[in-house]
C-alpha cells in the first residue's frame, strides 16, 4: 500500500493517461478503504468487469444501494454479476423506521407530488444507505461520465468530496458511451436488458421511464419534474432541497 497521494488533482493527472483497469489498480495500491458503488448500469458493470480483470476485488468493495424500489431486472442482475465474476456485491438497504416515516408523511409515492417528497424519498433510499456505505471510505469510485447529462459535463477523473470527507474517483469520466458499449461488447459484461428497450439510465422503477428520440440520457429520471439538471443528490452536493428529517434512526446493517 503506499500513501494517499497529496491531491485530488495529482491524482487525477495520474490516472489520465491509463486505461480503465490501469486506473483501478492504481487507486487499489493506494492506503484506506476503497468503496465502489454500483446502480448495475452500463457504465457500472463494465466498472465491475474491469475489477474483476485488473484483480482488484480484494482492494476495493463493491456496494449497490438496493432502494426497495428497483425494476425486477435490476435486482435479478446483481445475482447474476455475482455469479458471473465470482465475487460480492454487499447489498445497502433504507430503514425500515425512514420507509414508514415516509409513508406516513407523503404516501408510498408522495415524490410524485412534489420536489420537496422526491428528493425524501432519495435521501432515505439512496443517501442514507450511501453514508453507510461510505462509512470509513478513504475513496468512492463511481460510475459517472461527462457524456451523461450537462449537470455532468465537467466530472473530473477524480475530486475531493468535502461533504463526505473523502476523494471521489470517476474512472469513466472521459469515455464516451460508445467506448464504454465497446468494452462490454469485447469482454462480454452481462447488461441490464432495460438498456435494450430504451433505458439508458435506470434507477428506481417509479422514476424511470424509457427516453424518446433525441432525449439526453438522463431524461427519463424524474421525467415529471421541470428542472433539468434534476438529480439525487448522490453526485450533486446540493442537489437536495432542505427538508425536515422524517426519522431519527442513526443505525443501518448492510444486507447481506
Not at 430503514?95 to 428528493?119: K, M, Q, T, W
Not at 431524461?219 to 425536515?244: F, K, M, N, Y
Amino acid at each position: 500500500m503506499t500513501n494517499l497521494p497529496a491531491s485530488a488533482d495529482e491524482l487525477a493527472a495520474g490516472l489520465a493517461s491509463l486505461d480503465l483497469e490501469a486506473r483501478l489498480q492504481r487507486v487499489a495500491r493506494f492506503a484506506g478503504r476503497k468503496v465502489f458503488t454500483t446502480s448495475l448500469g452500463i457504465e457500472d458493470q463494465v466498472i465491475t468487469a474491469a475489477i474483476a480483470r485488473s484483480g482488484t476485488a480484494g482492494a476495493i468493495e463493491i456496494v449497490t444501494l438496493d432502494t426497495g424500489r428497483l425494476f425486477d431486472e435490476t435486482r435479478a442482475l446483481i445475482d447474476e454479476t455475482e455469479r458471473r465474476f465470482a465475487l460480492a456485491v454487499e447489498r445497502y438497504r433504507p430503514a425500515p423506521i425512514d420507509v414508514e416515516a415516509y409513508g406516513a408523511r407523503y404516501g408510498l409515492n408522495g415524490f410524485y407530488d412534489s420536489v420537496e417528497a422526491r428528493h425524501a424519498c432519495c435521501d432515505i433510499r439512496k443517501l442514507r444507505p450511501l453514508a453507510l456505505a461510505l462509512d470509513r471510505a478513504a475513496f468512492w469510485i463511481t460510475g459517472v461520465r461527462r457524456g451523461q447529462s450537462g449537470a455532468r459535463a465537467e466530472t473530473p477523473l477524480a475530486e475531493w468530496d468535502a461533504q463526505r470527507g473523502l476523494l471521489k474517483v470517476n474512472p469513466l469520466a472521459d469515455l464516451t458511451l460508445d467506448a464504454i458499449k465497446a468494452y462490454a461488447e469485447r469482454h462480454d459484461v452481462p447488461l441490464n436488458p432495460l438498456h435494450a428497450r430504451g433505458y439508458p439510465s435506470i434507477g428506481c422503477e417509479p422514476c424511470t421511464r424509457a427516453i424518446k428520440p433525441g432525449e439526453p440520457e438522463r431524461a427519463g429520471r424524474w421525467w415529471w419534474e421541470q428542472d433539468q439538471t434534476r438529480e439525487c443528490g448522490l453526485h450533486v452536493r446540493d442537489a437536495a432541497s432542505p427538508i425536515t428529517p422524517i426519522s431519527s434512526s442513526k443505525v443501518q446493517v448492510p444486507a447481506t
